[in-house]
């Protein structure tokens, strides 16, 4: 861990001395877990931003219909699944 030294509020001091003092932690475990809630939320937050930044990125892919994008991926790999399967059989009949 690395130490360092912020300023708080009056109020925000108190606020953080009184959930420490309820959880029986320290002050400075406290804020570092709001720290940590902090940073997911910003990293969550800022994956949405880029996801709806680039949503329809593609022009190829505004037309499409993902559903049937979707399928014709999974019949793509229910065929590769069948020659595998197939090509594994044939092998052990040799």
Known sequence: MKRTQVYLTEEQKAALDDIAKMRSVSMAEVV?????????RKTSE????????TFGAVPEWQ???????????????????????????HNEQD
């Open 46 to 53: 800022n994956r949405l931003a880029v996801l709806d930044e």
């Open 32 to 40: 570092r877990e709001a720290v940590s809630e902090y940073l997911e």
């Open 63 to 89: 037309d499409a219909d993902s559903v049937e994008y979707v399928r014709n991926l999974r019949s793509g790999w229910d065929d590769r699944r069948r020659r595998v399967m197939e090509g594994e059989a």
